[in-house]
């Protein structure tokens, strides 16, 4: 379907390589267009995120969608190697027909809010018919997708990338339960009353004062701000090169104490305090904005209000409402998992396969029970550990599991020597020209290197593409997993309320708890067989059933 600058929107059947496969009609709104084909299988569109929800507020539901836009930035990276290459509709009718390729528009600050000024789609070339861009593109994808090497795994991880455009329209519209007079309670009990102008509290003023005494009489250091503390504790003869708590927990000092915990409070004003209640709670729900594939791994991000980093004790605040409960849904050990899946190693598979804690199984049999080696071990082999106790159980792990970890020093190698590395599904890495991201588990360029192709560069960039074949195929997985549940609840009152990386929540009424948790268990294997293949491998969900989202753990 495709919207014509009047509001009309036009349509038409498509054959399984993307040709029309009826006449067009037309109808006077999206809702309509929907409502009038109760039969379509699936709606090829240009971009969820410009359609779905105005379609939710008209209460119509789509169940399967491919998303044009979401597809091209996959088939452009797996092809070229061009990640965050423009992606829009427009972007590629002109790949298509050798026109210059429009930028896409600029993304939202992170923290907006939504704007009645929003940017809206790339415009197409004046006297271009969007139905006959939109079709023509898709067939082209579909013609590219053809030609790869996998062409099915693509074609899985297109579809699951267009179920998650839809899923996280769904995710903002529904909401998180949120109990805003829990969360003020909370914020008193932590914080103490708000000074006026609401910068400052009664707690951490103390706090405040209690560092200044701590480096002696008329010195006054604001403990929000690095460049006082480095300063203050150099004046005591104490160089500091940051701030971070792991480094303040080293020293033997009066002052340690109450910074770590100003530190900590701080940090909780200031990301979940009064102004973020105001400004992100409404009607009883937590509505962020999420952003399917926001990092390079396939992983998703929010669009300002924290969603995906949601602290322990605010989840207190988190309640379902009254005779309903919050199905809590926790993937267990999923990376070491997936590496088992897509490295074919038989012994890795064989202990994925057995048990619900992968870590305690591999303790057993490789490192006298000690399940924190372990864990190192697995964890050294996916993030390129290369000093300390680290290697040593990575040799280990080496010699019992040698095609695991042969896949990621392959991966790392592939890497340092400017190659593209690929998920098991096809999602491709940026090319060696753009500067590794900071996300979750991934490491950063070392600044000394950035630009200078030197060594510390080369070695950055291999501890990346190691890293990004497992965390992007889990990310992979993770996709199917939320599309499965989907699909599976749509016939209940339940509905997906929360996700982040291998975590999700399900908010039904009580009688459906059960039954929900059983579909989400049942994901977890079926978008393992989907998305690996008939594996030993298993991929549990540990599963919680609360009425408070902090009981879950």
Known sequence: MAETGDGTVRMCPVGPGGDPAGPVVAERSLAEAVRSRPEAGRWVWRATAQTYGRLLEEGVRVERCYDVEAAEALIVGHEEGQYGQPRSLAAAWARLKGLPVPEDPPPRAAGGQPSLFEPGPVPLPPGTDPLTALLEVYADQQARI????????????????????LIAAELGRAGLPWRADVHRELLTALLGERYPGGQETRRLAELADEVSRAFGDGVRVRPDLPADIVRAFAREGIALSSTRAWELRELDHPAVAPLLEYKKLYRLHTAHGWAWLQSWVRDGRFRPEYLPAGTVTGRWTTNGGGALQIPKVVRRAVVADPGWRLVVADADQIEPRVLAAVSRDPGLMEVAGSGLDLYADLAERLFSGDRERAKLAVLG???????????????????RYPRAVAYVDDAARAGEEGRLVRTWLGRTCPPVSTSVPDEAGLPQEEPEAAGSGGPARTRARGRFTRNFVVQGSAADWALIVLALVRRRIAGLRAELVFFQHDELIVHCPEEEAEEVAEAVRWAGDEAGRLAFGDTPARFPFTTAVVECYADAK
Request: glycine share 12%.
């Open 146 to 165: 053809k030609d790869m090497t996998h062409p099915g795994r693509m074609r899985l991880l297109t579809a699951a990338e267009s179920a998650g455009t």
């Open 381 to 399: 082999a996916v993030y390129g550990q290369t000093s300390g106790d680290g290697l040593k159980h990575l040799a280990d792990l080496r010699r």
